[in-house]
């Protein structure tokens, strides 16, 4: 009886680190990070998120194209805060364009915190999927290292969001917030100062 080959599958890693300072409010950082819903939106495209109950969201990847196949992954997110402290990861993902794929596993796991300083953040993605039929004449390490390339792209990109449209998001409710602190303290300002004429 002939031995069956067993065909390992492939594997695919990134990490990103973020060290981000931040100059103005940094003492509101902790709270910020608090607003579950707000964060995650910032974080990633709110066009390709649903939530779908407290803690719990569905992101839609955008389409990544790998040699001749285009791939969608959907993956499905865990979010819970901390205090001062942010944490997602995946439950389970699903591949749209690959057909039926054996042995596809996704693992995501990022935290993002905050510091006397400003942001700090650490974020692992690793994936093991079986080598598609499409893709079975290209050889192994020039998969893994295409697969590896596409995964730091998308850790890369979430790093830049945080930067830029996290940091935007943040002043912005760092402003909202003030604006209603100072009301609240004029109204109760004006209440105290009719009760002493009273």
């Not at 690793?126 to 998308?154: A, F, H, N, Y």
């Not at 449209?165 to 912005?172: H, V």
Request: hydrophobic share 40%; charged share 25%.
């Amino acid at each position: 009886m002939p031995c069956r080959e067993m065909v390992m599958p492939l594997t695919f890693s990134a990490g990103q680190r973020l060290d981000l300072p931040v100059d103005r409010n940094q003492q509101h950082l902790a709270a910020y990070l608090q607003q579950e819903e707000r964060v995650v939106e910032a974080l990633l495209d709110a066009r390709q998120l649903t939530k779908m109950r407290a803690g719990t969201y569905r992101y839609t990847v955008t389409t990544l194209q790998v040699f001749q196949l285009q791939v969608k992954p959907v993956v499905s997110l865990e979010v819970c805060t901390d205090q001062g402290s942010l944490h997602m990861r995946a439950l389970d993902c699903e591949l749209e364009g690959l057909g039926i794929v054996q042995d596809f596993s996704l693992t995501l796991d990022a935290t993002l915190s905050c510091d006397a300083h400003g942001l700090s953040g650490d974020a692992r993605l690793d994936v093991q999927v079986s080598q598609p039929p499409l893709l079975k004449l290209i050889p192994r390490k020039v998969l893994e290292k295409t697969g590896e390339s596409i995964l730091g792209g998308i850790l890369l990109g979430i790093k830049t969001r945080v930067g830029q449209q996290l940091m935007t998001d943040f002043r912005a409710w760092v402003k909202t917030e003030l604006s209603a602190e100072s009301s609240q303290q004029t109204s109760e300002k004006c209440v105290t100062v009719q009760n002493r004429r009273a």
